[in-house]
């Protein structure tokens, strides 16, 4: 009777020993789908998609300095005078964090001695040596008045007696233009130079205001003044932006300004004047009427203004009540928007009106002085020109619907820098915001901007050190383009109202009821395994 309850016993505790093994294994398998494979794939498809990206480069980009090189060429007609130029200009470069100048000194020839002008030996230099984009070469001229007299071309006449320190001064402030450059690359907010890079493409709306249609019939053919004066200029200075042509006439928008009347003694007996204070005004008045709001290209304004006869003459009057300029026709510029040409009417017009004044007068525009001003304009408001007076530099007046060759080049060399700084500057925000914003997605094509935007940068340091100065204009416009395609894609905000703190916030109470149970099946599985060792010990000790 004993042997067979002890029997029965040992057959209960085996299928108990048998079902505790089937839980135990059963807790193991759930604990194993839930932990190990259900929160790593829910980590993984909750997971913010990031390119990687070079941070650490972008971030050590200012650690390597810029460097710029180009040739300065020295012709004499002593070697000795052009080779003592030549070691004193290399003494004073010595030193210089940024320029990488090679100073070559250019032999003298036979036919130089012949020349009558400076210009003759100007154009025999050229032919005989090549002369590359960015480069400069120092002619001696030793009749010159000036001490430096630069050309329109990569050129400048110097006298026998000029100085290597003159020369070097004329380098910095016209041809290399280091003052400005240092500006753009300082990281002191207080000297930086605050110009925007230039943009990829730009819209020249030239509008001719006329306020009075029903008093001034003014007669101009804009679109033939454009194209004969603005597009030759803006095809020579297209290898950076691109520049498309508007005109465009607006009636009945008058200045909305307080006109001041003054006497004078001409034969009107009186003229009007606008103060300079009220010029701001006066672009926020008629700015919205211009249509340049429905691009999305940058807009520059050049703005004819014809004045009535009943207002006529306008004159912009200085800050101490004095006339800005003496002229017929007055102009300011505002940055980054336009210019405003005032045109006046001659006093011939205004009479007649005068006289009959129920009858529609004549106004015939005055293309070429117009025109000229707009130019001028265009060339301030693009930064191109440089205005720069030094006692005893002159520089040869412009002749052709161009900019200075040296002039542009600068313009050029400039606006390679200033991408390039732009690029470095976003490039490194944008690595700051990623990195301290980790659930901001970052995804392939947004990858591909920064990666081409650094490497191009690279590649526009590289070529200006190298003396391609075309190339590296080129190549820093293209890094700035991408690197500005990158800050302000619109992927980068997808995510950016959704931190991991949202993430476990929505996820944590989906899970916490499937956890409860998983940690009770791990409490159980902690007594089943501690009950099979109770078990093996009293078995050992029978």
Known sequence: MNSSKNDEKQELSKEDAKEDKYRLYATIAFMTVVIIIGVPMWWKTTEVYRVSLPSTDIMNMNNEPLKIKLQIGIFTFKSERSSLLVEELKEGYANEEIWVLEFKQIPYFEKASTVKTPAVLESLLLKEHQINEGDFVLIEWPKLQEEILITNERTALIRSDTSSNRIKQVLNSYILQTHRIKQILTKDQ?????????????????????????????????????????????????????????????YQLAFEADLRQIRDNSPLSRHYALSESSLPHIITAIEKNLG?????????????????????????????????????????????????????????????????????????????????????????????????????????????????????????????????TTTTNTLQS????????????????????????????????????????????????????????????????????????????????????IMVPVITSFSMMVKLLKKNRDVKQKLKTT
């Open 292 to 420: 340049a709001g429905i691009t999305d290209k940058t807009s520059i304004n050049l703005v004819v203004y014809i004045t009535p006869c009943d207002i006529a003459p306008v004159y912009i009057y200085n800050k101490q009540n004095q006339k800005a300029n003496l002229d017929h026709i007055n102009a300011f510029i505002s940055p980054k928007w336009g210019g405003i040409i005032i045109a006046n009417p001659s006093l011939e017009t205004c009479k007649e009106y005068n006289e009959m004044p129920h009858e529609k007068v004549s106004f015939f525009v005055q293309t070429n002085d117009i025109m000229q001003i707009m130019l001028y304009q265009l060339q301030k408001l693009l930064d191109i020109s440089v205005e720069v007076t030094t006692e005893g530099v002159k520089t040869v007046g412009v002749e052709q619907l161009a900019p200075r060759l040296w002039e542009y080049e600068a313009y050029l060399r400039r606006s390679a820098i200033t991408h390039i």
């Open 190 to 250: 207080r000297d930086a130079l605050r110009t925007e890079a230039p943009q990829a493409e730009y819209d020249v709306i030239v509008s001719v205001l006329n306020p009075r249609p029903d008093i001034m019939d003014a007669k101009w053919h804009v679109q033939m003044a454009v194209e004969t004066y603005l597009k030759p200029y803006l095809d020579q200075v297209s290898h950076i932006s691109n520049y498309t042509l508007k005109t465009q006439w607006k």
């Open 430 to 513: 944008l690595i700051k915001l990623l990195d301290n914003i980790s659930y901001i997605v970052i995804n392939d094509d947004v990858g591909k901007a920064i990666n081409s935007a650094y490497e191009l940068a690279l590649k526009a340091k590289e070529a200006l050190s190298n003396n391609e100065l075309l190339k590296a204009s080129e190549l820093a416009q293209k890094s700035f383009l991408a690197s500005e395609q990158a800050f302000f894609d619109a992927s980068l905000l997808a995510q950016l109202y959704f931190p991991d703190e949202q993430k476990y916030a929505i996820y944590i109470p989906l899970f916490l009821p």
